[in-house]
Nanobody, 123 residues
């Protein structure tokens, strides 16, 4: 499975960005998909995740009400709509995928990773 992330960039505080992550290869093995982020000097953290059907979603407290995760299983793509962005949202964002049927909160719960995409929010 290969994951290709895109959509990062520079935006002013209060603005919006939409990240996309397209999967290819043996996508039938993927169930949960998630977005992690890592800011300089900080650990990589789970921002949001979504189950295979889209029925179950998870959001970190810091992004609840501002970020929305969704997936299109026909296109094998997961999206992260980020609204009301804050400078503290600045980080490299990574998409990840897991074959497990339970929500994973840790990096080692995800077997497949995309390259990072940089999000910079200016104040």
């Amino acid at each position: 499975v290969q994951l290709q992330a895109s959509g990062g960039g520079l935006v002013q505080a209060g603005g919006s960005l939409r990240l996309s992550c397209a999967a290819s290869g043996r996508t039938g093995s993927i169930y949960y998909k998630g977005w992690f982020r890592q800011a300089p000097g900080k650990e990589r953290e789970l921002v949001s995740a979504i189950s295979g059907s889209g029925a179950i979603t998870y959001y970190a407290d810091s992004v609840k009400g501002r970020f929305t995760i969704s997936r299109d299983n026909v296109k094998n793509t997961v999206y992260l709509q980020m609204d009301s962005l804050k400078p503290e949202d600045s980080a490299v964002y990574y998409c990840a995928a897991s074959p497990r049927l339970r929500l994973g909160m840790q990096q080692n719960d995800y077997d497949y990773w995309g390259q990072g995409t940089l999000v910079t929010v200016s104040s």
